[in-house]
C-alpha cells in the first residue's frame, strides 16, 4: 500500500468516526430534549387532623357581621380570614378530631413550573367531600395549588337537605422544600335552618413528597 492510499484510508477512517461520533452526539441530545420535556411525578405522603363540629356560631358573632358569609363564595384571603376568625367562636371541646393519612400524585413540569394533573387521597374518606366540584390553579413562585370549590348557597352534591356557606379543599406542594399540604374548610347548613346540626369540617395535614416509584 502506498503512503497516499495510507493516508486515504486513515482518512476516510478518521471521517467514520467523526460523522458516528456527531450521530451519537445528536441522538444523546435529543433523549435529553426529550427527557427533560416529560413531566416529573411526585408522590406525597402527607398525615394530619380530620375535625368536625356540629356547633352553631355564637349570636354575639353573628351579629357583629354573619353577611361575611355571602362574601365566602368568592373564597378570597379576606373571606378566609373571616372564616378563621369565625372559628374562635368554638371552645377546643366543640370539635370531634380524628387522625388522617392523605396521599397526593402530582404530575409537575418542573423545568417550567407546570402542573399537569393531581390525584389524591384521603383515609378515612370524609363524606363531605365531592370529588367533582369545580377546580382552578393557582400558581406562585414557591409552588402550585389545586383548590376544589363550591359556590355559596348551592345544595350539596351528596345531601339535598344542606346548603354550602364555604367549601374548599387546598392540595398544595412547596418546589423548595419538597413537601405537600392538604387544608380542606366545609361549612354546611339546612335548608330549613335548622340549628345544632349544621357540620363544619376542617382537615390539616402536611408531610414529605419525592419521585413517583414502585417499591414492590
Known sequence: MTKSHKFIYNTSTFLGIYLMSRLLFALCFIFSLAALAEPSKVICELNGEYSITYKD??????????????????????????????????TESDWSRDKVYVVQYWDIDTDNEKLHSLKYSIEPSPIWIYPEASSR???????????????????HPFFDDLLVDFYQVKNSINWFTGRGKLKVDIWLKHKDGGRGKSPKVEINARGKCEPQKKKF
Open 57 to 90: 356560631l355564637k349570636k354575639t358573632y353573628l351579629s357583629e357581621g354573619i353577611e361575611f358569609f355571602k362574601n365566602l363564595a368568592r373564597q378570597t384571603q379576606q373571606s378566609l380570614f373571616l372564616l378563621d376568625r369565625a372559628k374562635t367562636s368554638f
Open 137 to 155: 390553579i393557582e400558581m406562585q413562585p414557591e409552588g402550585s395549588s389545586v383548590v376544589h370549590y363550591l359556590n355559596n348557597e348551592d345544595k
